[in-house]
């Protein structure tokens, strides 16, 4: 070991007269360096802990997406017939006169039906899905604060799975378009602490060259989520309360059974000042792993600053400047990433269909990103990603219909090329949504991490809270929709350059280690000179 760490060497005389030479060593090191030297980068103590604290990624996925089927649209026949009735446009539906057509599989099969959000009310549609992604804003400021400071990571993804069964639970119960709105936000709010506390737990057990993919399988599972849906909603699809009811379960069930036994993060724990449950914790990792970490070991601890992490990443001018870049670029992203899902009603497919293909191309998406981030950098795979989603959203422009008219709605006769041209754009939009996070844990230290990661999750809900508008919009005319949509994700793109790249950087524990160590690469690397001049 280096002379830094304090190496003392003692001899002495066994029982049987020979001379040995023990360590007597007072080895300081950090908790990077245990977890690479002692502990393991990736073993099977590392996969369990991915493993279960990324099942949580599966109900964040159904709480946000659930209203791809709940707050859809539904098809509508005429009672009579006739020339005069046309039931693939939506507009000739506020034309006829009341009574005279109704919803195929009755007034219970979406919000929209039992509460007749169409015509002169059809903005309104979009009303609950927006408020969903504001709750997540305001509750990514509360969760991010609150792991950072007060709860850590895995009490405040038990927080977040409790309120988020609660809130769905009482969604199903709604009597009204207000109360159900008022609701959704609730479960926004509760929902957030999930993503955000899941992926900075995973990542912050694990080595350096094992970031990028373990952040990827958590995404993975929100891709599980996301695929559950069509088939939790195809047999409810005559009673939308029936959805949220099973959706509630879920979590509930992983935070009585699962939850338990995931470790807090000993990196927070560090920074906390809890250096021993940070070596309880790491020595459990290590015996699962078949490894043992020497007794006369310490951990160093991190100076802290005496500020709050919110004041410390703002009077920080480097720190303050990638935030806002990274806010910037996730308002697009969120935009982007929610609104083509959301989106698919505006295609001319059957919407099960397109739901369960999008949760398809997210599985590919999640294993190329995995793969290209292990040799690819950051900036330059986040802005190619972003640009083809941008480009793919504006191919479909090219196939739209007028009106949805140029097939029957829930056929799987429509526009493939259109399809084929929006299943590329969610592909890359997802890659880009994915790798924003893991290159957001990298910008920033431990100390400041979840709040980082927070901040951004503000800007995606932000984003995504405007894309419910859109997609009601898309409603009228979808090619505007898609045109808007390709040219954000372009645009995110761009901005992507103006951040430093991470790939292979280690992970700092505070502001002012993270600044001293980069100032001295800036010989090395000249974009970080230039960032905090």
């Not at 060497?9 to 020979?18: A, K, L, N, T």
């Not at 792991?147 to 038990?158: C, I, N, P, W």
């Not at 899941?198 to 599980?224: D, H, M, N, P």
């Not at 990603?385 to 989603?389: K, M, N, P, R, V």
């Given at each position: 070991?280096?002379?830094?760490?304090g190496?003392?060497?003692?001899?002495?005389?066994?029982?049987?007269?020979?001379?040995n030479?023990?360590?007597?060593?007072?080895?300081?090191?950090s908790?990077?360096?245990?977890?690479?030297?002692?502990?393991?980068?990736?073993?099977?103590?590392?996969?369990?802990?991915?493993?279960?604290?990324?099942?949580?990624?599966?109900?964040?996925?159904?709480?946000?997406?659930?209203?791809?089927?709940?707050?859809?649209?539904?098809?509508?026949?005429?009672?009579?017939?006739?020339?005069?009735?046309?039931?693939?446009?939506?507009?000739?539906?506020?034309?006829?006169?009341?009574?005279?057509?109704?919803?195929?599989?009755?007034?219970?099969?979406?919000?929209?039906?039992?509460?007749?959000?169409?015509?002169?009310?059809?903005?309104?549609?979009?009303?609950?899905?927006?408020?969903?992604?504001?709750?997540?804003?305001?509750?990514?400021?509360?969760?991010?604060?609150?792991?950072?400071?007060?709860?850590?990571?895995?009490?405040?993804?038990?927080?977040?799975?409790l309120?988020?069964?609660?809130?769905?639970?009482?969604?199903?119960?709604?009597?009204?378009?207000?109360?159900?709105?008022?609701?959704?936000?609730?479960?926004?709010?509760?929902?957030?602490?999930?993503?955000?506390?899941?992926?900075?737990?995973?990542?912050?057990?694990?080595?350096?060259?094992?970031?990028?993919?373990?952040?990827?399988?958590?995404?993975?599972?929100?891709?599980?989520?996301?695929?559950?849906?069509?088939?939790?909603?195809?047999?409810?699809r005559t009673?939308?309360?029936?959805i949220?009811?099973?959706?509630?379960?879920?979590?509930?069930?992983?935070?009585?059974?699962?939850?338990?036994?995931?470790?807090?993060?000993?990196?927070?724990?560090?920074?906390?000042?809890?250096?021993?449950?940070?070596?309880?914790?790491?020595?459990?990792?290590?015996?699962?792993?078949?490894?043992?970490?020497?007794?006369?070991?310490?951990?160093?601890?991190?100076?802290?600053?005496?500020?709050?992490?919110?004041?410390?990443?703002?009077?920080?001018?480097?720190?303050?400047?990638?935030?806002?870049?990274?806010?910037?670029?996730?308002?697009?992203?969120?935009?982007?990433?929610?609104?083509?899902?959301?989106?698919?009603?505006?295609?001319?497919?059957?919407?099960?269909?397109?739901?369960?293909?999008?949760?398809?191309?997210?599985?590919?998406?999640?294993?190329?990103?995995?793969?290209?981030?292990?040799?690819?950098?950051?900036?330059?795979l986040l802005?190619s990603?972003?640009?083809?989603?941008g480009?793919?959203?504006?191919?479909?422009?090219?196939?739209?219909?007028?009106?949805?008219?140029?097939?029957?709605?829930?056929?799987?006769k429509?526009?493939?090329?259109?399809?084929?041209?929006?299943?590329?754009?969610?592909?890359?939009?997802?890659?880009?949504?994915?790798?924003?996070y893991?290159?957001?844990?990298?910008?920033?230290?431990?100390?400041?991490?979840?709040?980082?990661?927070?901040?951004?999750?503000?800007?995606l809900?932000l984003?995504?809270?405007?894309?419910?508008?859109?997609?009601?919009?898309?409603?009228?005319?979808?090619?505007?929709?898609?045109?808007?949509?390709?040219?954000?994700?372009?645009?995110?793109?761009?901005?992507?350059?103006?951040?430093?790249?991470t790939?292979?950087?280690?992970?700092?524990?505070?502001?002012?280690?993270?600044?001293?160590?980069?100032?001295?690469n800036?010989?090395?690397?000249?974009?970080?000179?230039?960032?905090?001049?």
């Open positions: 070991m280096e002379e830094s760490q190496l003392v060497f003692q001899h002495y005389i066994d029982v049987e007269g020979e001379t030479l023990e360590s007597s060593t007072n080895l300081v090191l908790v990077d360096e245990v977890i690479e030297e002692y502990v393991g980068s990736f073993g099977f103590s590392q996969l369990l802990h991915v493993f279960f604290v990324s099942l949580a990624w599966i109900f964040d996925s159904q709480n946000t997406l659930v209203t791809i089927f709940t707050d859809a649209q539904p098809s509508w026949t005429c009672k009579t017939g006739g020339t005069w009735c046309n039931p693939r446009s939506s507009k000739s539906m506020c034309k006829l006169k009341p009574g005279s057509w109704e919803w195929s599989n009755g007034s219970g099969s979406s919000t929209i039906a039992e509460w007749g959000l169409v015509c002169d009310q059809r903005f309104l549609a979009g009303l609950p899905a927006s408020l969903f992604f504001i709750g997540s804003l305001f509750g990514s400021v509360v969760y991010g604060h609150v792991a950072d400071k007060y709860l850590g990571r895995k009490k405040a993804v038990l927080i977040s799975c309120l988020s069964s609660l809130t769905s639970f009482l969604t199903s119960l709604s009597p009204n378009v207000w109360i159900y709105a008022l609701l959704r936000f609730s479960n926004g709010f509760s929902r957030s602490g999930i993503g955000i506390c899941c992926l900075v737990l995973s990542t912050e057990a694990v080595g350096r060259k094992w970031r990028g993919q373990v952040g990827q399988y958590g995404f993975f599972f929100f891709t599980i989520g996301f695929l559950s849906l069509p088939l939790i909603a195809y047999p409810a009673n939308w309360r029936s949220y009811i099973i959706i509630s379960v879920l979590p509930l069930v992983y935070s009585l059974t699962i939850l338990p036994f995931v470790s807090e993060s000993p990196r927070w724990l560090v920074v906390k000042g809890r250096t021993e449950e940070a070596m309880q914790v790491l020595n459990k990792l290590a015996r699962l792993n078949g490894k043992n970490i020497p007794n006369n070991l310490t951990l160093s601890t991190p100076s802290i600053e005496p500020h709050t992490p919110t004041k410390g990443i703002w009077s920080t001018r480097w720190a303050a400047k990638r935030i806002i870049t990274v806010m910037f670029a996730g308002f697009g992203v969120g935009f982007v990433y929610y609104g083509v899902q959301l989106n698919v009603e505006n295609l001319d497919f059957n919407l099960y269909f397109t739901v369960a293909l999008n949760a398809l191309m997210e599985i590919p998406a999640v294993f190329v990103g995995s793969v290209l981030l292990s040799f690819m950098d950051r900036r330059l802005s990603s972003a640009c083809i989603a480009v793919s959203c504006i191919i479909c422009t090219l196939f739209s219909r007028k009106n949805n008219g140029g097939t029957e709605k829930g056929g799987l429509g526009s493939w090329p259109q399809l084929s041209a929006e299943a590329v754009g969610f592909m890359a939009a997802s890659t880009t949504f994915d790798v924003l893991i290159y957001c844990i990298e910008l920033f230290p431990t100390n400041v991490r979840n709040f980082a990661v927070s901040f951004l999750r503000q800007a809900m984003g995504a809270s405007i894309a419910p508008l859109l997609v009601v919009l898309g409603r009228l005319s979808a090619s505007v929709s898609f045109l808007i949509f390709g040219g954000l994700a372009i645009f995110s793109g761009i901005l992507i350059f103006w951040l430093p790249e790939r292979n950087s280690p992970l700092y524990e505070t502001l002012e280690q993270q600044e001293e160590e980069e100032k001295q800036v010989v090395s690397d000249p974009e970080l000179e230039l960032e905090k001049q």
